[in-house]
Structures are given as C-alpha cells and as structure tokens.
C-alpha cells in the first residue's frame, strides 16, 4: 500500500462510518460506501494458523492486551471455518476501527451486578464482546459442573461475532449451550403487522453434544441478518427470498430497500404470513437479554455492542450422559435416515456442513471471502505488519 488510506473516493477505512458492518444490529448500516469484492478479485486460501496470528498481532498492534487479543481472533476465526463469512474476519476491520475510536474499551474486567450459585448478572463495560463471552463460559461450565446448569446475563458488551463460534467449547466437555444475544443500540426488524423496526435480528444459538458429531444451530429471529443484506445490497444481488419488505409494507426480494425512503425492514422469521413465530421469538430474545441484564431498549443507546444471555446445562444433572446421548443419537439417527426431498442430497444435522467445512479448512486452507483482506490490509500497512499470503 502506497498509503495508510486505502482511497475510495474521499473515504478512509479507518474511521469506522466508512464501514457496512457485516453484523447483526449495525448503527452504521445506512451509509453510502461499502466494500464489495471485484469481478476481477477471487476467493483466495490461507493457512488458518496465519490467519490467526495476524488476526492477534493487529489486535495487538491496536492495543488490545493479548489474552483478549487471542480471545477475539479465535473466535473471528471460528467463524469462517464454520462458513460465517459475514461474521467472522469481515468483522476484524470494523473491531479494530472500533478501538481506535475507544468504543470498544481494551482494559479491565466485568463488573459483577448480581451473583448467585447458578446465575450471574454482568456489566461487560464494552469490553470485546468474544472475550467476556470466552470468560462467562469458563465460569458457567465450572458452576454447571456442581450445580447441573449455570447462566450469565452481560449488560453492555461490545459485539460477541458468531454465535455458532462458541458452541464446540461446550459440547467437547459433555456440556449444552444456548446462547442468545441483541443489540439495543439498534433496530431493523419490525414487529409482525408493523412498518417501523423495533428489534435486530437478535440470534439465538445451541449447542448440543451427541457422541458423536454435535448439533449446532445459530440462526436470527429475523429472515435475514444485517451482514447479510448489507453484502448484498454492496454487491447489487437480490436476496434468494422475499426477507425484508419496503417502506410501504410490500414483501422485497431487494434489500436496497433498507436503504431508501421510506426506509423498509427485515422481516421477522416466517415472513409476511408466518412471521408472528420470528416475533415472538424475538421477544424471547429481548426478555432474555435485556430483560434480565435490567439494561437494553428502555436505555440511552452507546453504541455497536450487545446484551447476551449464556446458559450452560449439564446431562449428568438430570437424566444421566448416557440416557441422553442414547436419545439424542436416536434423534439424529431418524433424521438422517429420513427420506431426502432430493435425492441428491441427504438430510444434514444443524452445523452438519460447518463442521466439514471446518475439517477441511484446517486440512487445506481457509477460503476468505473476496472484501475481507483488502479491508485489512490497510491495517497491515498502518501497523507495519505483513499479511499471510494465499496458498
């Protein structure tokens, strides 16, 4: 790079308003400039350990101590393995801009509001939203493993990246997860029957184990999250389904209709006829977080962050491992034995495809989506860092 700014016109990727967060409840969403990947730009392999290590040295480089550095690029990290491509690395550029700023605090630990034997209430003081998820983890599966189940609640983080990230860390000690998180800085999913936008996509995630392969399910409340329809909308391609509606209450397979006046919304999951499941769904959600974190929509906004609600279970505590695992390997069992729709292709477990994508990454190489190193590598150049070249 000839310069720190990677030229777009006037604008300069490192102040964060220059950004489409590809992220559920952005702030920022409505503004102008995007990047997008060129026609003559490809989907090019890296090594997932040098992705890592440059994920955490510009982390680093931005100020970030290393363990939360370490903490935060795992978890980008995860993401793409996983086949999260709005939700992994393509959030790296926007985190480090959102230190840089000092909206994402770098210092210090959660402040306890309330503790109890199995349930905790935190204030994540917008600290990096990966590393107060990684320590409420550590904390509930210790408590879970005396108790049968914990739950942390935490009050303003900063953004927690992809949920189905965490759920491996779960499952691999015997343990379920549900993991659930909103943003009350943010709005673009109406209510059902309603024009103006109350919720963000709020997703909600499980993981559970099996003995074998685990089941992992993170999905939004939403027909669509807002990484996906700003990549989209960047790219100029329609949505595979009618997901947001405009500002007149038509369903739109356009998401550019988020971006125009009247301003349209995601549709809430199920869409125009079904879509009081996705409602209630997320009023689950918003009773979960910020309900329980006593701190969300009924509050001055700060920021792009989250309110995140973590619960641990252990089987031991109830039915026993074995009689669990015994019916939950049935349960898989049926369903893979169920008649494919099509033929071609065999009915797949939540996280199913994931997994093998994860496998073979780590085998081969991680594939990065086209505009997620051309948004580092400005970073690179600022912090006099090298970027991993593709294999």
Not at 39 to 54: A, C, R, V
Not at 100 to 116: C, H, L, N, Q
Not at 245 to 255: A, I, L, V
Not at 345 to 350: D, K, S
Request: aromatic share 8%; net charge neutral; with cysteine.
């Amino acid at each position: 790079m000839s310069s720190l700014t990677h030229n777009a016109g006037k604008y300069n990727l490192f102040d964060p308003r220059t950004f489409a967060y590809l992220i559920d409840g952005d702030q920022f969403a409505t503004l102008r400039y995007r990047l997008r990947p060129k026609s003559s730009e490809s989907f090019m392999k890296y090594k997932t350990t040098q992705l890592t290590s440059f994920a955490i040295d510009l982390l680093q480089s931005a100020g970030l101590p290393s363990d939360k550095a370490k903490s935060v690029a795992e978890v980008l990290v995860e993401g793409d393995l996983l086949g999260h491509t709005t939700h992994g690395l393509a959030l790296l550029a926007p985190y480090l801009a959102e230190i840089e700023k000092g909206s994402m605090r770098t210092e210090g630990a959660p402040i306890t509001v309330s503790d109890f034997p199995a349930a905790l209430t935190w204030d994540g003081n917008r600290l990096p939203g990966p590393w107060l998820v990684l320590q409420a983890m550590e904390v509930a599966i210790d408590r879970a493993k005396l108790q049968g189940t914990c739950t942390v609640v935490i009050r303003r983080s900063h953004h927690i990246a992809c949920l189905a990230a965490y759920h491996q860390r779960a499952t691999d000690q015997g343990m379920l997860l549900q993991l659930h998180c909103s943003d009350p800085n943010s709005k673009s999913v109406a209510p059902f029957g309603g024009l103006d936008p109350v919720f963000t996509p709020n997703p909600v995630s499980y993981g559970f184990p099996t003995s074998q392969m685990p089941i992992m399910v993170d999905v939004s409340t939403s027909a669509t999250t807002n990484g996906m329809t700003n990549r989209l909308f960047a790219e100029k391609k329609p949505l595979p389904a009618a997901w947001v509606m405009d500002g007149h209450g038509r369903p739109s397979t356009d998401p550019a209709v988020l971006f125009q006046e009247p301003k349209g919304t995601i549709l809430p999951l199920g869409g125009m006829d079904s879509g009081h499941k996705g409602y209630g769904l997320s009023l689950m959600v918003e009773a979960f977080t910020g309900g329980l974190a006593g701190h969300g929509r009924a509050d001055p906004a700060e920021g792009w962050g989250a309110t995140v609600f973590l619960q641990i279970m252990d089987p031991n505590a109830f039915g026993g491992k074995s009689a669990y695992e015994r019916q939950m390997d049935q349960v898989v069992a049926n369903c893979h034995k169920s008649t494919p729709a099509n033929p071609d292709q065999q009915v797949r477990m939540p996280g199913e495809r994931g997994l093998q994508h994860k496998a073979e990454s780590l085998l081969k190489g991680l594939t990065l989506y086209p505009s997620i190193m051309p948004m580092l590598l400005p970073w690179a150049s600022k912090f006099k860092l090298e970027a991993p070249q593709a294999i």
